[in-house]
């Protein structure tokens, strides 16, 4: 029996369509699908920037300790399946070669439509599947661009949708062919336009749905099932907006609890990395700080990684920051606790610089009103020190520099380090974060650092900044 999730890949929403099939045919199975709505479509892309684009979502989901990866895009499947499945250890599935198989099978005229992106159409590669099966079979391929927009806009069932897969499949109609192959995983949404369109009497193939059916032989075949008994769980990251994801989702699947979150993918690995920081490994955070640790975990949780404070070693002895930049006391600070744990530490030295205060009180954050750690007395001072000082003339930025110290490599530090510009108030806003962010004031979203979610904070956070240059440079190490 095999817990780890089965990971499901697309440029949108189109994937669900195989999530759906999956959840039927396989519900004990746990479910880790991304969609990358942020870069959609992925159709009239180059080929080689599509296989980029895959890698880094393949990337994002080895992070999730997946035993098996579906790519539930066709374009993608087009560009991308070869080489992912010639890198990865575990099984890679493609939705062309199920829709392919399904269609010689339905066919009695040996006359098969298939409609896809731009770039399907152009890899030839349903074409071929197809004739590598039976070279007599005629294949008629058609572009149909505008069904993507229309589907990750919401409006499958609008009349507009209607009218545009009448329009677009006018030529398919005219080539009499009596299966029709969904050629891509947004498709099966317009489902009900596509069958009115062609007629009853051609069979429609939903390759996505095909490809389920594979998987499950796969799972057999492998030894990788999970016989768990009850329902898997279902996780969905988007890159875009999870809002709108949502909505689509819960339409499609008839679920009403969807939690999607938001991924950022932007820096994973383009290419095929080997040292891809799996689920179960554990990151020490050299921080007392609980605020700092917090975000530091779910910046990792989203990559499956499980991050540990100094509040889990309370024998350590706590390292002073005698250094005079951030990275000095950064550094200090991975090596003290490393030699001590004798484990890799990341270490975060961080701090508010204001710009009418000459950049203060900067590496002095912490302890700016004396005692260490008394957020209420580093906010009043501060506020009083900004006494008199106008809204304009009140920017600021929070720095961090992180530091990953190996115990047995000390000159193998790598560091990163991040920034977020802002503009301090005059009254605390918000409840959530630590230290200064009440006052911490982000003009492009309206609010304080406070008035944030964790992740959210990470997303534009100078910590989060520095955490995401620091994947960077370790995936290209
Ligand atoms: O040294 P560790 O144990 O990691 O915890 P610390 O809080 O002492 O951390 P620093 O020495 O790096 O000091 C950073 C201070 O800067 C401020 N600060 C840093 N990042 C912040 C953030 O995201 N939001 C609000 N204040 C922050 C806050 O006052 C922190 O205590
Ligand atoms: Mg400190």
Redesign the pocket.
């Given at each position: 029996m095999n817990e780890a999730p089965i990971g499901f890949i697309d440029s949108g929403v189109g994937g669900l369509t195989v999530v759906k099939e999956a959840l039927r045919q396989l519900p004990h199975e746990n479910v880790v699908f991304l969609g990358d709505q942020a870069r959609l479509p992925y159709g009239p892309r180059p080929a080689e920037q599509v296989v980029r684009f895959t890698w880094q979502m393949a990337n994002f989901m080895r992070r999730k300790g997946i035993k098996m990866l579906v790519i539930a895009c066709n374009t993608a499947t087009a560009a991308a399946l070869s080489t992912l499945k010639a890198h990865l250890d575990i099984p890679v599935v493609g939705v062309i070669v199920p829709g392919s198989r399904a269609a010689v099978k339905a066919t009695q005229t040996g006359k098969i439509g298939v409609i896809a992106t731009e770039g399907t159409v152009r890899s030839d590669a349903y074409a071929k599947a197809l004739h590598r099966r039976n070279d007599q079979l005629a294949v008629t391929s058609l572009a149909a661009p505008k069904f993507v927009p229309i589907v990750e806009s919401n409006e499958y069932t609008d009349p507009i949708a209607e009218r545009v897969v009448r329009e677009t499949l006018t030529p398919m109609v005219a080539a009499g062919v009596d299966t029709l192959v969904m050629g891509c995983t947004h498709y099966p949404l317009l489902r009900p336009f596509i069958q009115q369109t062609m007629g009853e009497n051609v069979k429609l193939i939903d390759s996505g749905a095909e490809t389920v059916s594979e998987v499950s032989v796969l799972l057999d075949y492998f030894g990788l099932a999970n016989d768990q008994s009850g329902v898997g769980t279902r996780a969905f990251y988007t890159t875009g907006h999870p809002g709108m994801f949502k909505e689509i989702a819960a339409d499609w699947l008839q679920l009403d609890d969807i939690a999607a979150k938001h991924a950022d993918i932007s820096t994973e690995a383009d290419h095929y990395v080997e040292d891809i920081a799996t689920p179960g490994q554990t990151i020490v955070?050299?921080?007392?700080?609980k605020?700092?640790v917090a975000?530091i975990a779910e910046f990792f949780a989203n990559r499956g990684v499980k991050v540990r404070g100094?509040a889990d070693f309370p024998d350590v002895v706590p390292v002073d920051?005698t250094g005079t930049t951030?990275q000095e006391?950064?550094t200090l600070?991975a090596h003290g606790y490393a030699q001590q744990l004798g484990l890799p530490v990341l270490?975060?030295?961080?701090?508010?610089m204001v710009d009418a205060l000459d950049g203060a009180?900067g590496?002095f954050?912490?302890?700016?009103a004396g005692d260490?750690?008394n957020?209420a007395a580093?906010n009043a001072k501060l506020l009083a020190e900004l006494g008199g000082v106008p809204a304009a003339k009140r920017t600021a930025r929070?720095r961090?520099v992180l530091v990953l110290a190996h115990p047995d490599r000390p000159e193998d530090d790598v560091v990163a380090e991040g920034s977020v510009e802002g503009r301090i108030g005059t009254l605390p806003e918000g409840d959530n974060?630590?230290?200064?962010?009440p006052f911490?004031f982000v003009p492009e979203l309206g609010r304080t650092?406070a008035q944030l979610t964790t992740d959210e904070?990470n997303t534009i956070?100078?910590?989060g900044n520095a955490l995401r240059a620091l994947g960077q440079k370790l995936d290209a190490k």
């Open positions: 955070v050299a921080s007392s700080n605020g700092k975000e100094l920051e951030f006391n950064a600070k270490a975060d030295d961080s701090g508010l009180p590496v954050s912490a302890r700016y260490a750690h957020d580093n929070f961090s974060g630590f230290g200064y962010d911490f650092l904070k956070s100078h910590r």
